[in-house]
Nanobody
């Protein structure tokens, strides 16, 4: 069974930084590209950053230059360094395998809340 455990969220002022972590069970971490997603109130959950098995990364346009995704394969841990945070970054952040996330029957972790005040 896949397990995903996100942490590191909190309340910060605009311009501040946070570093999110996600510990994932080994079966998913090594099998497919991983991604960070976020869901703001009343909105759908969207992919904001992804990292492939070869370490290549992709970012949603609004976070380019501010967010950095990385991973530690030895620890089965995914990270998201978030700098210059903006109020519009406020959301619950989740991690998941990119392919796994496409199946609505697959579970998600509990997420971690990020709140950015103006």
């Amino acid at each position: 069974q896949v397990q995903l455990l996100e942490s590191g969220g909190g309340l910060v002022q605009a311009g501040g930084s946070l570093r999110l972590s996600c510990v994932a069970s080994g079966s998913i971490f090594s099998a497919e590209p991983m991604g960070w997603y976020r869901q703001a109130p009343g909105k759908q959950r969207d992919l904001v950053a992804g990292i492939s098995n070869d370490g290549s990364t992709q970012y949603e346009e609004s976070v380019k230059g501010r967010f950095t995704i990385s991973k530690d394969n030895a620890k089965n841990t995914l990270y998201l360094q978030m700098d210059n945070l903006k109020p519009e970054d406020t959301a619950v952040y989740y991690c998941n395998g990119v392919a796994r996330a496409l199946n609505p029957r697959n579970s998600w972790g509990q997420g971690t809340q990020v709140t950015v005040s103006a």
